[in-house]
């Protein structure tokens, strides 16, 4: 099992550009997240999905839009993007059933915006 | 709001040591509980989860923590660290609220191990 995959692990955009970030877990979960990790401020919900066809904002959702058309792809998208979003993104899947559900998290993606 | 308070931003120790690293949460209904660690330039891994039963838990690598209901806390301990503890450490917590799978990071306390 390969776990919870990031394409890319590393980008440089242009104030403006648009990108996609995909989110591939091969764990049959059905809870899926994207957070941004900044220093000194831990880990921020962007938006999550509880199921394929479903998505719903978290903490942080203002400039980014998702999607989840496949139940293993959770896609993080930047219409336009901005130096503030310049961060680490993470992308997490959870089973969604009854007991601790835990996270598995991806290795991440560094987003620098010029 | 739900938050969560790690306190201690950062701590440095010397190999041997004890570690005891603070966590509060703010939220007076059922909770999941858990301790994830990031190793420099790695993806975040958990060190063990509480979900019910024996407020003590154990994790990997010799760390356990208490939860203690009472006093809204999840603190994690180890009695020995070593240099590879070097790690950032995220308490997070997920409140039961029927429906919804949404975990509260920390902010992260990020210790150094010196050898």
């Known amino acids: 099992n390969a776990g919870v995959t990031q394409t890319p692990k590393f980008r440089v955009l242009k104030t403006g550009q648009s990108m996609t970030l995909l989110c591939a877990q091969d764990m049959n979960h059905e809870y899926m997240y994207w957070y941004r990790q900044d220093p000194g401020m831990g880990l921020r919900l962007i938006h999550y999905s509880v199921g394929e066809g479903t998505t719903a904002k978290g903490e942080v959702p203002d400039g980014y839009n998702v999607s989840r058309l496949k139940k293993q792809n959770f896609l993080l998208g930047l219409e336009s993007a901005a130096p503030s979003q310049t961060s680490v993104y993470f992308c997490?899947?959870?089973?969604?059933?009854?007991?601790?559900?835990?996270?598995?998290f991806g290795p991440g993606t560094r987003l620098t915006v010029t | 709001a739900q938050s969560v308070s790690q306190h201690n931003h950062h701590v440095i120790l010397s190999e041997a040591a004890s570690l005891e690293l603070g966590c509060n949460y703010s939220?007076?209904?059922?909770?999941?509980l858990f301790w994830y660690v990031q190793y420099p330039g790695q993806h975040l891994q958990l060190l063990l989860k509480?979900?019910?039963?024996?407020?003590l838990v154990k994790g990997i690598k010799g760390f356990e923590a208490e939860f203690i209901k009472s006093k809204f806390s999840f603190n994690l301990r180890k009695p020995s660290v070593q240099w590879s503890d070097t790690a950032e450490y995220f308490c997070?917590?997920?409140?039961?609220?029927?429906?919804?799978?949404?975990?509260?990071f920390g902010t992260g306390t990020r210790l150094k191990v010196l050898a």
């Open positions: 939220y007076g209904g059922t909770v999941n």
């Open positions: 997490a899947s959870s089973y969604g059933g009854p007991g601790p559900n835990e996270q598995y």
């Open positions: 509480y979900f019910s039963g024996d407020p």
């Open positions: 997070a917590v997920m409140p039961l609220v029927s429906g919804t799978y949404k975990y509260i």
